[in-house]
C-alpha cells in the first residue's frame, strides 16, 4: 500500500502529506501514486521477460481508464482492453496505437463492430458465434481474432473449481461444442484470422492453481483438436490487498509458476509454446488508488453503534454494497490509535450506502477530519453513478510532489447538460 504516516502524523502518499491535499483538492477525491501505477506494470514486463516467453500484457479499462491513464498504460507498453463504443473512444482519444487495442464484449452492437474495424484495433476478442458473421461482413480487410473460450473453471480466490457447467453469458463452450464450432467457422471465413484463444476465469484470484489448470485443459483441447494457435490469453482476475485478510498477488513468483507451467504443459502436448497474454485491471491500479473524504455527522447510538458519515458515498463507492467488499480506512490528519470500531456510512438516502460496516478508528473521530479509504483504484470511479444527483469526484495523479488533475470534479451544470428544458 502506498501510504503512510510522516514525523508529524500525517498520513502521506508518495511523501506528500494527504491533509494538506484535502485541503487543497476537496473531497471526496480519488488519489492515484503514479509510481505505483508504473511499478506495477513494471513488474508484469519483469517477470515475463524472465521467463523468456513471447507475451504481452493488457490493461483492463473497465478498472479505471480515462486519457491520461491510457497514456500510462502506453508509455509503459502495456496494450489496452475495452469492451464498449466509450472505452474505445477514450482509448482513442488518448492518442493510443489502435493495433494495442484488443476488443472484448459479448455483445458488441454492429455499431461498435464497425468503429473498431474503421480504427483497425488490434483483434476482437470472439464471444459468439453470430459476431463471426459480423465482422466477415462489415471488414474490408483480414482481421485477427481471438476466442473467447468458457473452459468450465472458476476460480474462487483459493480454489479451482471445475463447475462442469457452464452456465455464464461469456465466452464460448469447449464441453458443449461452441468453440470448436467458433474455430471452424473462423478457419472458413475469408476475413477472419485465428490468432489465439482467450480465458477468464474469475476476479481477486489469489493463487495460480486456477490459472494453470485452466491452461493445461486448454492446451490439451488445442492440441487434441489440432488447432494452432499463437497466443493464449489468461485474462485477468489477480488478487489485490484490500486488508489484512488480503494477499496481492505475487506478480513475480506467480508469473514464473503459470509460465514455468505453460512450458512444461506444452512440452507434455506436444503443442508449440504459444505467446502468453494476461489482462490485469485491478492488479494494476487497485491499491495504487485512496480516496480521500471530510467526515461529517457522527451517529453513536449507545450500545448499538457508531456511525462516521463521510461526504460521498455509494456514488463513488458501490463496490460495499455491491459485493459485501471490505475495505480499511485511516485517519488522514493525525496518526492515533485505532481504538473503536465504528461504521463508516456514505450521505446517500439509502440504508445500505455504507463504505465500511466495521472500520478500526481512533475514537476521538470528530467532524472535520479526514479519512482516506484504502485500495479504492479499481472498479470505483469505473463504476461511480450520479445517484442523488451527486457529482463524480475528481481523480488526481500525484507524483514527485504534485498532484496532476486527471479527471475534474464533475460541476451541477454537468448534472444537468443533458436535460432538456
Ligand atoms: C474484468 C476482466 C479483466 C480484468 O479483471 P481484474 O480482476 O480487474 O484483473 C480482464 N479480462 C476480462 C475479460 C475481464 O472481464
Excluded at 42 to 56: P, Q, W
Excluded at 162 to 188: N, P
Excluded at 298 to 326: F, Q
Amino acid at each position: 500500500m502506498s501510504v503512510q504516516y510522516n514525523d508529524f502524523g500525517e498520513l502521506t502518499m508518495g511523501g506528500t502529506s494527504l491533509k494538506t491535499l484535502a485541503q487543497s483538492l476537496g473531497t471526496p477525491a480519488f488519489v492515484y501514486d503514479e509510481d505505483e501505477i508504473r511499478h506495477q506494470m513494471r513488474r508484469y514486463h519483469e517477470a515475463f521477460k524472465k521467463s523468456g516467453l513471447n507475451y504481452n500484457i493488457s490493461y483492463a479499462s473497465k478498472a479505471f481508464t480515462c486519457i491520461q491513464m491510457v497514456k500510462l498504460v502506453e508509455e509503459e507498453e502495456l496494450q489496452l482492453d475495452v469492451v464498449s463504443e466509450g472505452e474505445l473512444y477514450t482509448a482513442l482519444a488518448a492518442g493510443i496505437d489502435p493495433s494495442r487495442i484488443h476488443f472484448h464484449g459479448n455483445n458488441k452492437t454492429k455499431k461498435e463492430i464497425q468503429y473498431a474495424l474503421e480504427n483497425k484495433v488490434g483483434y476482437f476478442v470472439i464471444d459468439t458465434l453470430e459476431e463471426i458473421d459480423l465482422i466477415n461482413k462489415y471488414a474490408s480487410e483480414s482481421v485477427d481474432v481471438v476466442v473467447r473460450l468458457n473452459p468450465g473453471v472458476e476460480a474462487h480466490t483459493h480454489e479451482f473449481i471445475q463447475t462442469g457447467q457452464e452456465d455464464s453469458k461469456f465466452g464460448l463452450s469447449i464441453k458443449h461444442g461452441l468453440a470448436k464450432e467458433a474455430i471452424d467457422q473462423i478457419h472458413e471465413s475469408d476475413k477472419l484470422n485465428l490468432k489465439g484463444v482467450h480465458f477468464h476465469i474469475g476476479s481477486q484470484i489469489e493463487g495460480t492453481e486456477a490459472m494453470i489448470e485452466t491452461a493445461k485443459l486448454v492446451i490439451r483441447w488445442l492440441s487434441d483438436n489440432d488447432i494452432n494457435v499463437s497466443l493464449i490469453n489468461l485474462g485477468g482476475g489477480f488478487s489485490i490487498k484490500y486488508t489484512e485478510n488480503d494477499t496481492s498477488f505475487p506478480i513475480e513468483e506467480g508469473i514464473k509458476k503459470i509460465t514455468d507451467a505453460i512450458k512444461q504443459i506444452s512440452k507434455e502436448a506436444d503443442y508449440p509454446v504459444p505467446e502468453i497474454g494476461v489482462e490485469p485491471g485491478r492488479s494494476i491500479v487497485g491499491e495504487a488508488g485512496i480516496t480521500l473524504y471530510e467526515v461529517g455527522t457522527i451517529k453513536e447510538i449507545p450500545g448499538v453503534n457508531k456511525y462516521v458519515a463521510v461526504d460521498g458515498g455509494m456514488s463513488e463507492h458501490i463496490r460495499t454494497a455491491l459485493y459485501g467488499a471490505e475495505y480499511e480506512a485511516l485517519l488522514v490528519n493525525r496518526q492515533e490509535e485505532a481504538d473503536e470500531t465504528v461504521t463508516v456510512a456514505g450521505k446517500l438516502c439509502e440504508s445500505g450506502d455504507i463504505i465500511i460496516k466495521n472500520a478500526k478508528l481512533p475514537s476521538s473521530i470528530k467532524r472535520g477530519d479526514y479519512l482516506a479509504i484504502l485500495s479504492t483504484g479499481a472498479y470505483h470511479y469505473s463504476m461511480a453513478s450520479n445517484y442523488n444527483q451527486m457529482q463524480k469526484p475528481p481523480v488526481y495523479f500525484l507524483k514527485d510532489g504534485k498532484a496532476r488533475e486527471v479527471i475534474k470534479r464533475q460541476s451541477l451544470r454537468q448534472l444537468i447538460i443533458n436535460d432538456t428544458k
